[in-house]
């Protein structure tokens, strides 16, 4: 093994230009310029990428489930914080980054953009199903008839004796 600390500043240099790093092609082989993709390669790369976008929430709908189902269902403040979070989030995404997200991958027609939107919604929606759910679970959500007491007004009796 060649000690660098003992080379002369000539033999370092050379030395240095004789070994390339592994994985490294180096400088010596010219590298082509990748051509430009086509009009259609960039419209399916387009649709692809709006597409998993729009599929993009269902793939916290696993999440939430876990995390609803690992905090049980007792009145304690970070199982209903974590719950209001799984309504707020998809609303806010829902009324603000609709238009927002699919603004630079808008395909050609308008059919499948307001599929891909319809989707998006549909997915946050199914996200908030979850934290709905759970709002029920936790007796938050009023359900029963015990639930609308204070609403309904006393049953009223007559005394009526019939005589025959």
Not at 7 to 32: A, C, H, I, N, Y
Not at 82 to 88: A, H, Q, S, V
Not at 89 to 102: C, G, Q, S
């Amino acid at each position: 093994m060649v000690d660098s600390l003992t080379l002369s500043t000539v033999e370092r240099k050379q030395f240095k230009s004789d070994v390339s790093p592994l994985g490294f092609l180096g400088t010596s082989k010219k590298m082509t310029p990748k051509k430009p993709l086509s009009e259609t390669d960039l419209n399916s790369l387009k649709a692809k990428k709006a597409w998993e976008v729009a599929m993009g929430p269902a793939k916290s709908i696993p999440m939430n489930l876990i995390m609803g189902y690992m905090t049980g269902n007792s009145l304690q403040i970070i199982p209903i914080s974590m719950t209001f979070m799984m309504l707020l989030n998809p609303l806010k995404a829902i009324f603000t980054e609709t238009n927002r997200v699919f603004k630079g991958l808008e395909p050609q027609d308008q059919g499948t953009s307001l599929m891909l939107k319809f989707v998006f919604i549909i997915c946050q929606l199914a996200s908030m199903t979850i934290g709905i759910y759970k709002l029920f679970k936790m007796g938050l959500i009023p359900h029963s008839e015990a639930d609308w007491l204070s609403w309904l007004h006393p049953v009223q009796f007559e005394d009526r004796v019939q005589v025959l």
